[in-house]
């Protein structure tokens, strides 16, 4: 099947700009990135997508054997950049997709030039020496009312995961995004992503990275988000003046200020890990 019909790709920016690919989170769509895509697009080829369940992508292309784990979307990133025979790409990624992200990069690191990885968490469960946010109990329970009643599980979690409470709007925008996702396969991939443990992959990633964090985040809690920054050598750490999950969302003037500046090697505000 063609990738670009897969994943419903769409393409924005002059063809000669470099490349630059996002990817949405869970229970998103590229739509979610309109607030910062034609920024990028005036100076850069924006190519936005689908994952496999969400959006306008192509829902024959959906089998639960073959999407059981974040590696196979990250072949599908992997495919679309063979299809459009992009090089030296940036490839940003929104909470699951960042770990997504790292998977791509580090099963083929010549396809990217960098990395920037929004909000992540290598892992969502709480472990020894480790604090990714949630117990077990929490997610089973949050899996289980995924499992019994998505539609309505997605309108009492959006505002959770959006924040800024004086802007229902946000949270509205997000369960929109939610409903357009197959409630069959976001029950699926719910599980997929809250019980993926990527941590030991980090180690093995040398694409140059900029880790992105928000002040406030009810689903990448900052140790989580701080154990990205710390295991993936001479990434960079920064802090958004945003709260809550989706900070392409709620702050999008300050998110495209960052990750433009990382594009071109202007980022300042920033805490290296060393060699």
């Not at 991939?189 to 990633?205: G, H, I, M, P």
């Not at 989580?224 to 920054?229: R, T």
Request: with cysteine; charged share 20%; aromatic share 6%.
């Amino acid at each position: 099947m063609n990738p670009l019909q897969k994943n419903n790709v769409t393409v924005l920016g002059p063809e000669n700009g470099r490349p630059v690919l996002l990817a949405h989170g869970y229970g998103c769509d590229q739509n979610m990135w309109r607030w910062i895509a034609p920024g990028l697009a005036a100076h850069h080829r924006v190519v936005l997508f689908d994952h496999v369940g969400s959006g306008h992508s192509d829902l024959t292309a959906w089998r639960p054997d073959r999407y059981s784990s974040l590696q196979a979307y990250a072949e599908d990133v992997l495919g679309i950049c063979r299809e459009l025979n992009l090089r030296d790409a940036v490839l940003v990624g929104h909470s699951v997709s960042a770990m997504i992200a790292v998977l791509a990069a580090v099963t083929d690191p010549q396809r990217f030039a960098q990395l920037v990885l929004l909000t992540p968490s290598p892992r969502y469960i709480d472990d020894a020496g480790y604090r990714g946010g949630f117990g077990s109990e929490d997610i089973e329970t949050m899996l289980n009312a995924v499992d019994q009643d998505y539609l309505g599980w997605s309108r009492a979690i959006t505002p959770v995961i959006m924040g800024n409470p004086d802007r229902p709007e946000l949270s509205h925008e997000l369960l929109d995004s939610f409903c357009r996702t197959d409630p069959r396969i976001a029950r699926a991939f719910a599980r997929v992503t809250f019980l993926s443990d990527t941590r030991a992959e980090l180690d093995r990633v040398s694409t140059p990275t900029l880790v992105l964090r928000c002040t406030e985040d009810p689903i990448a809690p900052p140790e989580a988000v701080a154990f990205v920054h710390e295991r993936i050598r001479g990434s960079h750490l920064v802090t958004l003046p945003a709260t809550g999950h989706c900070p392409h969302v709620s702050a999008p003037e300050a998110t495209l200020e960052a990750i433009t500046a990382f594009i071109n090697g202007q980022l300042m505000s920033s805490a290296p890990i060393s060699d």
